[in-house]
T-cell receptor, first 113, second 114 residues
């Protein structure tokens, strides 16, 4: 099955710890994105990448970091600098420069305890 | 100018009724307008999309109406069913832009009562 896989589905983190969220796609898409979803806020872009080894900050990149070493993978690290990390995180991918029909993963719910 | 404004925030409709969700944008460079449907605990899924060269697109019970001069577009769900209860997001993008990423509205939570 082609698609986007996010793991884990639920993640708990202690304050002050970094945590990495996984996102893998087998759709052969060039572009990948990370969004954060909070109630009543819609989807806000954290980072995006259009090609391997290149990525750009989105609207709310502070406290997050990413890497894009492989076309299929775009992990997101939530660092201890992110002041309010509890949220639902969504990874998406699309074909660059075309219809930008984005396909989403099932999300990771991160809770800071 | 990059915002997409969506209304209402929540909507309650009786089974069989028509659900209408509206979105407005400012950036005239936007040329792709999709709607996404999201069920609780799941990722959004593409429902229907439209380009600005058409004024309406229909897929089953779902219709997008697009008004280019007013910079508005809307989703109509005919014969709404309880299974349509979900959060709906409109979005817009400039496919020729350097980013190509989607700008989302804040979502509308639809509840269809049996």
């Amino acid at each position: 099955d082609g698609g986007i896989t996010q793991s884990p589905k639920y993640l708990f983190r202690k304050e002050g710890q970094n945590v990495t969220l996984s996102c893998e796609q087998n759709l052969n898409h060039d572009a990948m994105y990370w969004y954060r979803q909070d109630p009543g806020q819609g989807l806000r872009l954290i980072y995006y990448s259009q090609i391997v080894n290149d990525f750009q900050k989105g609207d709310i990149a502070e406290g997050y970091s990413v890497s894009r070493e492989k076309k299929e993978s775009f992990p997101l690290t939530v660092t201890s600098a992110q002041k309010n990390p509890t949220a639902f995180y969504l990874c998406a991918s699309s074909r660059t420069g075309l219809g930008t029909e984005a396909f989403f993963g099932q999300g990771t719910r991160l809770t800071v305890v | 100018q990059q915002q997409v404004k969506q209304s209402p925030q929540s909507l309650i409709v009786q089974k069989g009724g028509i659900s209408i969700i509206n979105c407005a944008y400012e950036n005239t460079a936007f040329d792709y307008f999709p709607w996404y449907q999201q069920f609780p605990g799941k990722g959004p899924a593409l429902l229907i999309a439209i380009r600005p060269d058409v004024s309406e697109k229909k897929e089953g019970r779902f219709t997008i109406s697009f008004n280019k001069s007013a910079k508005q577009f809307s989703l109509h769900i005919m014969d709404s069913q309880p299974g349509d209860s979900a959060t709906y997001f409109c979005a817009a993008s400039n496919r020729g832009g350097s980013q190509g990423n989607l700008i989302f509205g804040k979502g509308t939570k639809l509840s269809v009562k049996p």
